[in-house]
């Protein structure tokens, strides 16, 4: 699994993360959890096997925000309270 972090110029409203969230979730697999915050000007995602950054980057520019960085490493699940 992979996180990908990215820094977004322009988000100023909830409806800013809607916007890049859902451009985000058509270009990746249903499975990648897609969450962004427009007070910190940041998405996150997680997901299985290498992320296209290239593709990621379009498809936010194509709703009119700017993506002015993005960082990828390793994710590993956290487990619940209970391990056995």
Request: charge should be positive.
């Amino acid at each position: 699994m992979n996180k990908v972090t990215l820094t977004i110029d322009g988000m100023s409203c909830g409806m800013c993360e809607a916007h890049v969230c859902e451009a985000v979730r058509k270009v990746l697999d249903s499975k990648a959890k897609v969450s962004a915050s427009h007070s910190k000007g940041t998405a996150e995602i997680i997901l299985d096997g290498p992320p296209d950054v290239a593709r990621i980057k379009s498809a936010i520019r194509e709703t009119g925000y700017k993506v002015t960085d993005v960082s990828v490493e390793p994710y590993e699940k956290k487990r619940g309270l209970f391990r056995k």
